[in-house]
Each structure stands twice: as structure tokens, then as C-alpha cells.
């Protein structure tokens, strides 16, 4: 088991170009989340998927951010016209329901700057 | 909607004095789990604790907490601080059918000599 697998750990662009993070979930999980993590607010929630359907993208900004799930082993989130307030570590996890509650496995993040 | 607090955004302690992390929620639903998430520098967040039976103590890698739901929390403890314990710690709420982990803020745990 390798976990969940992010690509790229690092990733640098200007003002203005796009960014596409990927993730990789646990095989057979069915639950895939994307959260932003920043020193001002923590881990916020973004979006998530059960079973590649989009359930809920309450916590995305509606404008430059997209989340997809195309098939069941990746997802990717989008960002479009980069701005520097972007900058954070973009955190994916999954998960799989059982009767003890829901713990959600964490990739190592993508960190992405924004110059 | 579901709520987790985390009031100390930044504790420091010297090592070998206790920890106390504390976590407060607020939840319509009286089946809560809760959780503590740690996350070192590098490293991908890992949970550490969690817990859905009111005044049980859960133990896991020296640290513990109980979950009181008269209270409604799930405070963080350990005996003793080391070095290695330094991370950002989170906790989190799941209650019965959502998928989703209702996060706190985190706090930021620095062990000094």
C-alpha cells in the first residue's frame, strides 16, 4: 500500500498561469477530499468526491478553482490564473466508511507558490 | 453546522513538562467520533487518536485523550514532552453518515530544550 500519492510535491508558477495538482488515492477507497492548508487558516476543506461523483465543493472559490475526478485511481484540482493569496500546501486524502467513524489517509501535499 | 475548537494556536513547552492540547466541538448529533490528526514538517498528516465512547481513555504513542460529551471535548495529553513531539496538531469531528472530518484550526506544538 502506497498510500496516497501527490504530484507535484513542489510547484512554482507565476501571476496568472494555471496549475493542475494531482492525487492519487488509496486503491478501493471510495472518498477522495481535497483541503488547502495555510498558517492563517489551517486546513480548510475544499472539495470531495465519493465514488468520482462530486458531493460537495462548499469550500472551493468559485472562480479559478476546478476539481475532477475522471476515474476511481486519480483526481486533479485546477487552479487557473494563479494569485499569489494562492500560495498554501494542497492537501489530498481518501477514505473508506466503516462503522468506526471515518478516517481520512493524507498525501504528502503538493506545495505551491505563487510568485 | 458541525464546529471544532482549537483555542491555542501556538504552544511552547520545555521538554519534559506535561502536554494538554485542547479540542472543544459543537454537534447536533450525539454519535460524534472525534480525532487527532499530527502533522511533522515533511511529512503527510497521520492520525494519531481517535475516539466515538464517552469518558473512555484512548492511548496511542504516549499521548491520550477522553472524550467527554458533557463537556464536548477531546483534549490532547502527555506526560511527558519530547523533542520529537513537535508538529502541528489537529483535531477532527465525523458524526454518524457524513463523509466529511470537521477540522480545527490546528495547534502548533514546539518542544524546546
Known amino acids: 500500500n502506497a498510500g496516497v500519492i501527490q504530484t507535484p510535491r513542489h510547484k512554482v508558477t507565476g501571476k496568472g498561469q494555471e496549475a493542475t495538482l494531482w492525487c492519487e488515492p488509496i486503491?478501493?477507497?471510495?472518498?477522495v477530499f481535497w483541503y488547502r492548508q495555510t498558517i492563517v487558516q489551517g486546513l480548510e476543506f475544499l472539495t470531495y468526491?465519493?465514488?468520482?461523483?462530486?458531493?460537495?465543493d462548499s469550500g472551493m472559490p468559485k472562480e479559478r478553482f476546478s476539481a475532477q475526478m475522471p476515474n476511481q485511481s486519480h483526481s486533479t484540482l485546477k487552479i487557473q490564473s494563479t494569485q499569489p493569496q494562492d500560495s498554501a500546501v494542497y492537501l489530498c486524502?481518501?477514505?473508506?466508511?466503516?462503522?468506526?467513524?471515518?478516517?481520512?489517509?493524507f498525501g504528502p501535499g503538493t506545495r505551491l507558490t505563487v510568485l | 453546522g458541525d464546529s471544532v475548537t482549537q483555542k491555542e494556536g501556538l504552544v511552547t513547552l520545555t521538554e519534559g513538562l506535561p502536554v494538554m492540547l485542547n479540542c472543544t466541538y459543537q454537534t447536533i448529533y450525539s454519535n460524534a467520533f472525534l480525532f487527532w490528526y499530527v502533522h511533522y514538517l515533511n511529512e503527510s498528516p497521520r492520525l494519531l487518536l481517535k475516539s466515538s465512547t464517552d469518558n473512555k481513555r484512548t492511548e496511542h504513542q504516549g499521548f491520550h485523550a477522553t472524550l467527554h460529551k458533557s463537556s464536548s471535548s477531546f483534549h490532547l495529553q502527555k506526560s511527558s514532552a519530547q523533542l520529537s513531539d513537535s508538529a502541528l496538531y489537529y483535531c477532527?469531528?465525523?458524526?454518524?453518515?457524513?463523509?466529511?472530518?470537521?477540522f480545527g484550526k490546528g495547534t502548533q506544538l514546539i518542544i524546546q530544550p
Open positions: 486524502a481518501s477514505s473508506n466508511r466503516d462503522w468506526g467513524g471515518v478516517e481520512q489517509y
Open positions: 477532527a469531528l465525523n458524526t454518524e453518515g457524513a463523509d466529511r472530518l470537521t
Open positions: 468526491f465519493r465514488n468520482q461523483a462530486p458531493i460537495d
Open positions: 486503491s478501493g477507497h471510495s472518498a
